[in-house]
């Protein structure tokens, strides 16, 4: 299934994307479980294809706004450096472990947000991802049993504020502006994604390509994400992980290239989906 979280009439919902629409679940559907994520803490996506199936409510998607895939996780955990071709860019050593970092929730955005670029920096730069949700909950995760803990898969874009994230060496507040995260169109369930290394991940700004990789090309691939997180906190339905972005960051390139007002970036994923922003400026920051 591929699902969307959007407001419609309102209210905050999801459904079944479809050409141009959503397959809403019917009303009692949603009121035991009102986003996506209480049906992943309640084991319910079968249930929730019989819903659909079975009483779906058809919704014209212009008439929805778009919210991100899982809008309030519990935990938004991202790697970096997790690709060759970026830790070779940043020059920095190879880690014997995943490096982690966090976001806050309302760092995430939605497809098609305009994401605000804080006007007393210049150096705002894409970080094209493959992000996963967790469906089953679990603590100390085998490696061989962690996809069995993922519901699905979206695209991610972890933009960042390069001077603010090298402030010191703690990458918390230039990961973190306010909707600086786009994290959608939708999530691909995991029986859509047999094998998650064979997608292809291209990041585009206004038409032209940046990042292009396999998610073969992962250094620390998805088990050993997932049993390493596991290990030292649980995770729970609802639960986001960013993969990490491979190399073309407009920081690293000769000369830096960061994105302005107006410009149009775009994360592409083999089967995941389009998702595209535009970036605007946050002219209220004080400089």
Known sequence: MKLASFIHAGQPSYGLVRDGSYL??????LARHPDLASVLRAQALDALAQALQQGGVSIDAAQTRALPVIPAPGKLICVGLNYKTHVAETKRADSEYPSLFLRFNDSLAADGDEVLRPAFSERFDWEGELAFVIGKGGRHIAREDAFGHIAGYACFNDVSVRDWQRHTHQFTP??????????GPWLVTRDEVPDVTKLQLETRVNGRVM????????IFDIPTIVAYVSRFTPLSPGDVIATGTPGGVGDRREPP????????VEVEITGLGVLRNRIGTDDAAAA
């Open 24 to 29: 809403q679940p019917p009303a009692e559907f």
């Open 174 to 183: 230039g990961k973190n502006f306010p909707g600086t995260a786009p994290f």
């Open 211 to 218: 990042q292009k990789a396999g998610l073969s090309d992962l």
């Open 257 to 264: 290239l960061y994105m302005k007002e107006g410009d149009i």
